[in-house]
Structure formats: C-alpha cells, structure tokens
C-alpha cells in the first residue's frame, strides 16, 4: 500500500492517506492536551478525503477501537467493490487439485498420489454466476468492479497460471492447486509446515521441490524430483534428491544421494553422496562423504571419525580421529557414481518389497520404476568408465587435499595411484600428489 502523509505546522497531528483511496488514518501526538480542530480540517482538505467517516466510525465500533492519544485510528474508510462472483469449472479432476491445509496436517500419500500437470495444459474454464458491484473510494470517486473474462481472471490466476482464451492454463509444470486466496495456482515446491514422517519400506516420490519447516522421521525412503530444503532434522531416513539439498538441523543415521550441492550444519553416523558440491559449515562425526566435484568444509568445521572421497579436491578444516582406527580423504575417480550405483542395486533387490507412493502419470514420468532404475544404473557406470579411461581426466583435477587447522595422525590420505599416512598430528598442511 501507497501512502502519503500529511502534518500540521508544529507536527502534533499526522493524517495517512492511502494513495489508492482504499482508507486514512489520523493520529494525535500524546504531547499535547489540546488540539485545534481547524487543523485537523484543513489536513482531510488537503488530502481530498470527502468520504468514508462513517465507514470509519462503524467500523472502530465493530472492533471495540478506542481512539487514543499517540496512536494512529481510522478515520476514513472506502465502501469496497462487491467483486463478482465466479465458479472454476475444472477440465481435470477435483481431486488433483492442492487444497492449502494440506500442507499443514499433511496426508502425504494423498498428496503424492496428486498427477503432475506440464506447461501448457489446461485446468479450469471460468464461469461468472453473478456480476459485481461498484463502491466508492474515500476521495468520492466510484470503484467499478472487473467486468471482461480476462479482468477477471487476472484476479483469479496464482502464481504458473495464464489465462487465455477463456480457460486457465499451466505456465509451468508442477501441481495443480488453490493457495490461500483461492486462486488457481502451480505448485512447483510442495511446502510442509510440520514433521513429516517416512514409513519403514515405503518409497515416496515427491514429483516437485520440497520444503519442510520441521523434522522429517522414520525408516523410509524419499525420492525428489527437484530441490530439497529442511529447517529441522533429518532422522534415520534415505533420501534420493534430483536437486540441491540444504538442512539446516541435524542429519543422524540417513544416507542422502544429491544430484546437486549438498549444504549440512551437523551431521552424525550417515553417508552423504553428491554430485556437484557438498559444503560443513559445523560439525561431522563417523560420517562418509563422496562427492564428484569439491568437499569444503569451513575453517572451524570439524570431521570426527569420517572418511571423505572427492574427484576434485577437499578442504577441510579438522579432521580428528577419536575411536576409529583408520579414516582417510581420497581423491579418485566419480565417487558420486560408486555410491550411486550400489545405491541402486541394492534397491533393486529390495524393490518387491517397497511400497510405492507416486503418482501414476500420463506422458512424462517423474517416479520411479525397474526401467529407469536399470537406466540409471546404465548412466553411472558409463560415466564412471569413462572417465578412467580417459587418460586427460586427471589433469582437469586440482590434485591437493587441504586440511586448514588439523589432520589426525593415522589418516591416510590418496591422490588417485598416490598414497600417503599421516604419522603424527599435523597442523596446516596440504597435499599433493608428486609430479
């Protein structure tokens, strides 16, 4: 909302004015006893205000508002535009529509079980039942209401939704849903305002991002089709994300596989794989890292008891060991693609006795099936393949592993065919493989 004040000559009494005529608001400074009313006059003059004082009085009487000295009160109020009112006449069904409480108490299987709808697609046609009516701004001037098919369509298109040519349109790809001011919208990144939990062999396929502010629990599995964010912490679960990943909480006894950057706080007794990035920013105990780009952690972070494997480079700042007898940091060929492809062959063998909540789509797939498992298998180990034979690969690798404050006496420490130990406590030293 645009405002634009208004103030006598000393500055006891301030009048606020909505720019769009919508209301105003006066307040009387708590420094003064006395107010000269003429002055109060002329600022509504000014500001043009001719309407809506009776609006204002009924509506300070509604809620109880006491006006006060030194605290702003309603003085002007606008008669509203009766919007008219419409009908969404769906062209797919109800039930693949997101409803908003949803996400508050959410029933995931009914969620995942919700179809995609691609870009372009149509969902609903609209249907005006009765027409609107004008109001009157506080200026004096009439408000009208939408009247054409397109004006007010606009007023009922959410976030990835067009209109044209009558009907509401995806604009993107996601889910089909109505947010909080029931408008037709596309769910891109499904958004989860409390604990979620994952059943002990059940896998879920969540076709978009997904954001929870809370925990997520349980024995079971999670594949995402997109970007993975979590406020709270991760406990006990696998989780397959075709994005970045970003946990802010504690991640404790999970394996996480990111196909994007990977971004922890603390992480205790798990296995985290990607293939791009992961970055610590906390503390790391007896877990495993592999990762096909770069590890960095942060100068204070530190790596209890963990093993790290990049095919880049690694930077870390403590690297302690404290009851394991042999930890090391390796740099080697796509250790991302090892872990994936045992990953996915173990879940091969335990594929029958899954439980699978997706949805079941028409044309473009984004779940889980034995077809694109075997593919994926098929990907990594090419890829994985190629780059050991491609003799130039080891030159586009930086060749180094940092430890910026401490390494452990006993880690072992591997630049492809290059081994070292570390024999006693070492502080600031990094790396590299002999030329």
């Known amino acids: 909302m645009s405002e634009k004040y208004y103030y006598n000559d000393n500055k006891t009494v301030v009048l606020t004015?909505?720019?769009?005529?919508?209301?105003?608001?006066?307040?009387?400074?708590?420094?003064?006893?006395?107010?000269?009313?003429?002055?109060?006059?002329?600022?509504?003059?000014?500001?043009?205000?001719?309407?809506?004082?009776?609006?204002a009085k009924k509506s300070l009487t509604k809620q109880q508002i006491k006006k006060q000295l030194g605290q702003s009160f309603l003085i002007a109020k606008c008669d509203p535009v009766k919007m008219p009112e419409t009908e969404f006449e769906l062209v797919i069904p109800e039930g693949q529509i997101l409803k908003?409480?949803?996400?508050?108490?959410?029933?995931?299987?009914?969620?995942?079980?919700?179809?995609?709808?691609?870009?372009?697609?149509?969902?609903?046609?609209?249907?005006?039942?009765?027409?609107?009516?004008?109001?009157?701004?506080?200026?004096?001037?009439?408000?009208?209401?939408?009247e054409s098919d397109q004006e007010i369509a606009a007023v009922l298109c959410g976030e990835g939704v067009i209109f044209k040519n009558g009907t509401f349109v995806a604009g993107k790809k996601g889910i089909p849903c109505l947010d909080r001011q029931n408008r037709l919208s596309i769910c891109s990144t499904l958004k989860f305002n409390t604990d979620i939990t994952l059943d002990q062999n059940t896998l879920y396929v969540f076709p978009c991002s997904v954001l929870v502010e809370g925990d997520v629990n349980g024995e079971g599995m999670a594949y995402i089709n997109g970007d993975f964010a979590l406020t709270g912490n991760l406990n006990n679960c696998t989780l397959y994300i075709n994005g970045?990943?970003?946990?802010?909480?504690?991640?404790?006894?999970?394996?996480?596989?990111?196909?994007?950057?990977?971004?922890?706080?603390?992480?205790?007794?798990?296995?985290?794989?990607?293939?791009?990035?992961?970055?610590?920013?906390?503390?790391?105990?007896?877990t495993l890292f592999a990762v096909n780009r770069n590890f960095i952690s942060g100068d204070e972070s530190v790596c209890d008891d963990c093993s790290v494997y990049a095919a880049k480079s690694i930077v870390i700042g403590y690297l302690l060991k404290t009851n394991k007898d042999y930890i090391e940091a390796a740099i080697c060929y796509l250790p991302f693609n090892r872990e994936c492809i045992a990953f996915w062959n173990d879940f091969l063998t335990l594929y029958d006795g899954f439980r699978v909540i997706q949805a079941d789509q028409d044309g473009e797939d984004n779940g889980i099936h034995l077809d694109n498992i075997g593919q994926k298998i098929a990907d990594l180990e090419a890829g994985l393949l190629e780059s050991i034979t491609d003799d130039s690969y080891i030159a586009t690798v930086e060749n180094s592993v940092v430890f910026k404050r401490k390494v452990a006496a006993g880690t072992k420490v591997h630049i492809f065919s290059y081994t070292t130990s570390i024999k006693d406590d070492k502080e600031g030293v990094t790396i590299t493989k002999p030329q």
């Open 17 to 55: 004015v909505d720019t769009q005529g919508h209301e105003a608001y006066l307040k009387l400074s708590d420094r003064c006893i006395f107010f000269n009313e003429s002055d109060i006059s002329k600022l509504i003059e000014a500001a043009g205000i001719q309407y809506g004082f009776e609006n």
């Open 100 to 146: 908003p409480h949803d996400m508050y108490q959410p029933k995931i299987e009914e969620i995942l079980v919700k179809k995609t709808i691609q870009e372009g697609e149509s969902i609903s046609h609209l249907k005006v039942t009765s027409a609107g009516a004008k109001g009157k701004d506080i200026f004096g001037n009439d408000i009208f209401p939408p």
């Open 244 to 286: 970045k990943a970003l946990i802010k909480g504690t991640v404790v006894n999970s394996k996480i596989l990111s196909e994007g950057t990977v971004g922890l706080t603390q992480v205790e007794q798990s296995r985290v794989v990607s293939n791009h990035n992961i970055k610590l920013d906390g503390l790391a105990k007896e």
